[in-house]
């Protein structure tokens, strides 16, 4: 596959806290416009390489290619400035701000790439998440947990990214509400962003990508199209509990 055509690569990644690893030589490769969702069980190391991809947490070594340069030692700022955003899996929305000055930070702290003018990106967002649009107003605090996790989705997308990451989305909704956050998740995708996701609802999450990655003890125990994934009896029964 040429560079070009890849939105963001790991290459035998290692990374961890305190010099002592978690991932053990995680590889994995987007290419622009693929969805791909990581599973595996709690503690697996999912959020930890999300983390390293968006440049949270610095490998141990290994590297990161976005849109074919490589940007292992930039920071999480520069790697947003470059097309990477990222929601995380807790802690995703100023809550004593309004929904508006959620999303301007959103806008406005990655400096607009090619002077991307706030009102019209806000109206590109909105229609996204038509949702949001009558709670601009509103303290994000005092909206339900899907209302929040959407305006944490829609301030990530404020600054027009080539890569979206997501960390748990459906994390502590109700099903039904899942489902709902869900939509908006094949929206978003359907807008062209290159999207990776991590999902513990493995259904929604495996619905949602192309292609997935179930990660275990740190290290990719299996990659493969969420068709095949999900056609597999002995993978289903392995992996996500008969889902
Ligand atoms: N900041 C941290 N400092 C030290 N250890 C950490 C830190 N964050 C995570 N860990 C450890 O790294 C391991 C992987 O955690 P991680 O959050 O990446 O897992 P996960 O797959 O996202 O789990 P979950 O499904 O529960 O979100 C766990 O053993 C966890 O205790
Ligand atoms: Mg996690």
Redesign the pocket.
Known sequence: MSEDATGLVLRDVHA???GQP?LHGVSMTLRKGERKVVI??????????MKTAVGLLRPLSGQILLNGQDVTALRASERARRGLTYVP?EANVFRNMSVLENLRIGHEFIAPRGGLAFAGRLEEVLRLFPEIRPKLGTTAGHLSGGQRQMVAMAAALMPDPTVLALD?PSAGLSPRNAELLFEIIHRIADSGVTLLL?E?NTRLGLGAADNGVV?VAGQVRLAAPTADILANENIRRLYLGGA
């Open positions: 961890g806290y305190g978690i595996g069980p709690n503690g697996s190391g999912k959020s930890t390489l899996q748990e991590i513990q990660l």
